[in-house]
Structure formats: C-alpha cells, structure tokens
C-alpha cells in the first residue's frame, strides 16, 4: 500500500511539473506547482515522513498563491498552439526520470528518487528554455521543492525536516519575487 | 559560529532593504551586519556542527575566501562612485554574502544546489537591460548540474554514473559562475549586482573553493579522474578564449570580460592540477579576482558608459602590471606556483600556460586605458587597491597558509 501511494505521489508530481511545461498563465502555473507540491509531500508521507509532506505542502501551495497573485496574465493558457514538441517532452521526460530513478540512482526509494528526476527536469527544461519570468520563477520554485526532498535523501533522516523546510522556503522566495517590466519577460511561446 | 556568517549578512539585506528611504540608518544597519558577519566568519571553528539535522562547516580554504569575498563587498561599498546608490550596493551586496555564505557553510550538496538556484532566480528577478531568460539560464543550469553530481555523488550503481557525477560537478560550477562555454554577455550601462561580473567576480570564487574542497571529496576514483580532466580542459578552453578574444577586443567591456575569462582559466588549471602548488595559485588568483579585478571593473564602470578616448596615465601603468600578474603584486606569486605544479605535471602545459600569461601583457595596458582620465576618488580607489594587492604578493605565504597550501 506505501509502494503504490508513493507511486501515485511521483506520478501526480510529474503531471504538476508537466502542467508547469504547457501553461503560461497564472491559473496553470499555479495549478501546476500545487500538483508538484502535492505530489512530492504524498510521497513523502507514504515513506512515514509527515513533518516534510506538511512543509513542502505548506511552501508549494504558498508558493503557487504568492505566484497566482504575481503573475499578470489571466487564464490556464494551457496547450496552447505550437505546444505538441511540449507534450512530447513532458512524456519523454517521464520516461527518463523512471530510468534514472530506477537504473542510475540508488539513494532512497525508487519512486521518490524518480519524482524528484521528474519534477526538477521537466522544471529545468521549463526554466531554461523560456524568457517569461513568471513561467521561469514558478518552473524553479518546483524545482526547489524537488531539491528539498532530495536533500532529504542525500543526508541522514533527521535532516528531511529541514531540508524540506529549507526547499519550501526557497520556492516561496522565488514566486514572491517581483514582475520585471513586460520587454524584459515576455512569453516564450 | 559558522552558521551566523550567513544569518547576519541575511538580516542586514533585510533590514537595509526595509530602511532603504533612510539613507543613513539603512547605510550603519548594513555597515553593522556585515561587520558582525564578518567576525562570525573570522571566528568560526572548522569543525561540522548540526543544526535541526543539517550539517554546518566551514572548512580553511573556503573560510578565508569567504572573508576575502566580505572584504570584497566594503570594498565595492567604499569605492562606488560619487553618486551611486549606496544603500542598494550594500544591500545587494550584503544579499550576495548571504549566497556565498550559504555556499560555503552549507554540508549537504543538494542544499548548496538549492542555494545556487535561488540566487539564479533573484540575480535574474533584478532589474537589468538583459532579459531574464538570457540572465538565468547559465546560473540555473549550473545549479541543476549541481543536483544531478550530488545525487549520483551519494549513490550510483554504475561506472558511468560515477563519471557523469565528476563531469556534472564540474560543468555545473563553471554555467554556475558564466565561464566559456556558458559566457554571458557584459553591458557596462547594466548595474553590477545584475551583471554577469556578480558570478564571474563575486559568487564564483567561493562556489568554486567549495567545489574543489568539500563538494568533490565524495567522488570515486574513477570519478575523479574525469574531475581533473575536465577542469584542466575547460581551463585552458577558457585561457585560450580569453587571451584570443582579448586580443580582438577593444579597450571596453569586453576586454574586461575576457580578463576575467583569463584568470578564471588559470584557477581552473591551477585546482585540476590536484597538487598542493596548483590550489595556492588558483586561491591567490581568486583573492586577486576579488581584491582586484572585480573592484578594479567597478572602479573602470562609468568610463566604461561614457566610452570616452582610451588614455594612460602613469598610474596606468602600475594597474597594467597588477592585472597582468607582474612582480612584485599578488598574481606574479599565482603564476609562479601555477607553472612550478604545472612544469611538474607536463611541460607542453607549463609552455601553453607561459604563453598565455604573457599574451596579456599589452592586453593589461589596454584595460589600464579604460579609466580613462581618472577623478580623485577613483584615483584613491586604484590606490589603494594597488596597496592592498601589493601586500598580498609581497606576502603570498600568509594567504597559501590560510588555505593550507603552504
């Protein structure tokens, strides 16, 4: 039973950080990073540890309401046109956190190890390939939600709390930052 | 102790930031935090203490970067030029010591990561004229890099993960910091703590010390080979670009650029070198990015805007020297160390790096003349720089026994 909700928490993880790759406006980030935030503390809280689930909950759906108010553009903006190579991604990206957290990476279990692969990649192929500042600063908030559970795997389990706490804060921090003007953050498209 | 090194700056960029309309106050709350950050830097014991599970450290070679980098911040305060927004220098100031801080104290690696990542997407959330996607992308990069080396540093099951872990490290410290082949662009219209230099001369050095100090300790064997390799390449990658792309520069901001690129490339050889020589030249050179170079660039700025005739003054000639790692100042000792653990490793190396070192001989006259006609205040500011670099070369000894390379 632990296995399998752990699972669906690195399945729901990955629809989150996929939603984060197809929308450009405030109600799909928002969505997206709450998915993400949902997902990682389930699968947390299906490993027995509730003091992180509840911190990487608390910072993402904080993070995803600071971002909601932040960002001016109305709507999901979901699958919008040209967003096909997008789609692809976020199933190849699937695949390929499932085999690094299968086949590369051993530390912590298999389905933790591959929500973090998942999300931190989809958020990196989000973050490193737009100039929207509002899709940047929410796709790296995901990511560190992911690195606050990683952290948690790398050290010792009295670590993850903090950890957690440390990845919750960031991701707030990051949402909350300022809009630049329009010219230097438009939508990547 | 370790840990309010990076608390006070912390709260001080907080404080200057809420008290930013009371000029004054805002500026002693900062000048007070960063005082006291100091002396928890100065005063920290090497040794790992835990906090709510986390592991703090902070180790010889990292510890007296981190005093260098908060040297390096007054300096920047100091010596802004005359009517410059002070309280926003020291805050961002203050904000960037905070990172560093974080960086260096931090024991876990996926932390140091996160830390990395968050500093990307606040440099990049400043106002600036570049876009936000072009600003973030490198840093970012790097600190995803990070995460991957640390995952794989902590457990993999294959020969190839190993290596990936050591190449990651690597390439992710270098997009991290903006080196070649991740080389941002340099505006000198663009306020330095959303520039480029704030990786290049003020972020890097520390993330680099750590890396070559803590964060490459648990690599394997095999991993550590492809480290050194790698950091050895992407050196003289980045010496190459510099001296190539300094010779087809003029006297600007890409000159200065490439300056930076060149001592970055000798850091580089000199800590994949994996001898005691190489890591005191690399940590000479960093004191020298952060003691020289950067405020030197900062110094050079508004000359820079006004792209005014390229002049040389005396004085002009003494800077050249200092930027070009002459005798008697801080990089002569660098270069020595360097070429001395080189010539032991291979001597085509110690030739390629000779040639290189002294290709920005006349570069160094060339950014010499960006100051153009100097005011008073920027003519302090050299000199005292010239001071400051001068004593560090006349006494190399005292900076390679702090990093424990003497």
Redesign the interface.
Known sequence: MTGVLALMGALVAWFGASILVLADARRGFAFGLLLVAAGLSLERLAEGGWQPALLLAAGGLTAALVGFRRTPRQGWGLLGPGSTPRVILCLVFGAGAVWLGTALLTIGSWQGRTAVAAVAALGAARLLTTDDQRAGLTAGAAVALACGLAAGLVNSSEAETAAALAGALAAVTLCAMPSLPEAAGAPSG | MAELALGFPFAGALVGSLLRRRHRLALLACLAFGLAGLVAAVTARPERAT?????FQLAAPVQAILVVSFLAAGLAVLLAPAGADRVALAVSGLGGLAAIAAVAVLG????V??AV??T???H??L??L?????R??AP??G??LL?LA???T?????LA?ARIAGLALVLGVTAAIGLAPYLGALDPREPAPASPVAWLGFLGPTLVVVMATRLSGGLSAEAGDAYAAVLIGLGIFNLGLGALGGWRSKPGADLWRYSFLGDWGLVLVGLGLLSRDGFGAASLLLVSILLLRLPLYLLARPALVKTGRPELHAAGLLVAAALAGSAPFAGFAARLLLLRSASAVAWPLALFLAVAMLSWLPLSIRLAQTFGRPSRRVTFGVALLLVINLAVGLYPAFILKLVGAS
């Not at chain 2, 876990?108 to 932390?111: G, H, I, S």
């Not at chain 2, 570049?130 to 072009?134: A, I, K, Q, Y």
């Open positions: 906090l709510a599970g986390l592991d876990n690696p996926v932390l990561a996160l990542l968050l990307a997407g606040v990049a959330a106002p600036a570049r876009s936000f996607g072009e973030v992308r970012a990069f600190a995803l995460v640390a995952l794989l902590a457990g993999t099951g294959s993960g």
